[in-house]
Every structure is written in structure tokens, then in C-alpha cells.
């Protein structure tokens, strides 16, 4: 049985919509605050603990995309032997460098605060107009539709606690961990998605059995930007 990991200000509904086959032996999660999921309070590896504990005993795989990627990852270090195959799609796994991480604790500061002070509506605009996701624009608007609604839906109080206890800052570098999986991983990312695919190559670079898909002319979010091909991945 494979669990499924969405992003950020994404919910478990996101993988119905790309990868609908998989309704049949998966368990797609909502992950801490987000959809209805309350705000976490604790750390990220206090919540990767939760996870594990309640996860189903069929659980064998894992499959998750940026935040829900790093998710995953934690999982994987926790309990290695828990998952017998794993699939990460556009995620990092740590920060190695303190002053990287300061400096991404200060953004992720600054869109708490937008979060907070200016509400869902002004954080999802800016939060839709970053370059990460500059390769979306030719998206028919339906699905672009269909992402800012869900998006929209979220509560601002969730996000800024996923953003604090659970950012890319606060979390341990997953590296080490990484390299010693020892069950079957792929690894997938956008051609376009130019930091993310830099990053995948690092991962091949230390852990040389990671099978890596890049996808031509796609960016940071293969779930929204190419579903059939992402489909034929996850069969």
C-alpha cells in the first residue's frame, strides 16, 4: 500500500486529480496544517514521529512531492526498513549550511507574516507569482483554477504553523539518511525546474542506485504540469 505526500498549501485531494489510478491501494494524507489537519506545534521530526505511529500496517511505499517529499525522506530515516520502495518528486533534503538556513528562515518568516497580517488572499497571490512556478502560466485555467481554490481554501493560522515548525529551515538535513536507504528509489523533477534538478543530480551523485526521471520542458510541479507522464511514472 503506497501513502501519499502532497506540497505546500496542497492537501491529499491533489493526487486524485493527477494520478486518479492509485485510489485503489493508497492512502493519501493531509499533512499538519493543512485541509483538515490542525496546526502542528511541534517539530518536524516530532511530526514525522506521529505519521509513522499511525500510519497502517500495510504501508510499504511512500511517494511524496516537495514538502510532502521532505516528509517522506523523514519518514524514510526514521524507519528505513518500514518502506520497501520510495519516490520523491521536486523535494531538498536539508540544509547544510547554517547561514543557507538563516536565510531561508528569514524568508519563511516573511510570508508567516504576510499569512498573518494580509490574509489568505494576498499570501496565495504572491505565493502563485514566484519564478519556482513561472512555468505554469501556459496551464489551461481550469487547472490553475482548481490549484488557487484549494489553495484559497486553506486557513492562514495551518500554513504559517507548517511554515515554522516544518520549513525547509527547521528541518535536519536528510542527506546521510538519504544515502542509506536501502530500498528501491526514483527520483523525479522538472528539466525546467533548474535549482530542484540540481539538486536531484546531488542526490545521484551520493546515492548512485536512485533511479532519476527528468522531465523535459516541465518545472517545479509535475503533479499540475504533466499528470499523464506522472501517471506512467507511478504505475
Known sequence: MILLLHGFTGSGEDWWACCPHLKEGALAVDLPGHGAESAPVRPFQDSIGDILGALPVGIDEVVGYSLGGRFALGLMALDPQRFRRATIIS????????????????GDRAWVRRL???????????????????????LPSAVLERQR?????????????SLEQHGLARMPSLWEPLAAFPGELTWIVGAADTRFLGIAREVVRRRPATRLHVLPGVGHNPLLECPEILNELLV
Open 91 to 106: 523535494a531538498h533534503p536539508g540544509l547544510e549550511d547554517a547561514s543557507q538556513r538563516a536565510d531561508r528562515l528569514a
Open 116 to 138: 498573518l497580517d494580509d490574509g489568505i488572499d494576498a499570501f496565495v497571490d504572491a505565493w502563485e507569482s514566484q519564478p519556482l512556478f513561472a512555468t505554469q502560466a501556459g
Open 149 to 161: 481554490r484549494r489553495r484559497l481554501s486553506q486557513r492562514p493560522t495551518g500554513l504559517a504553523a
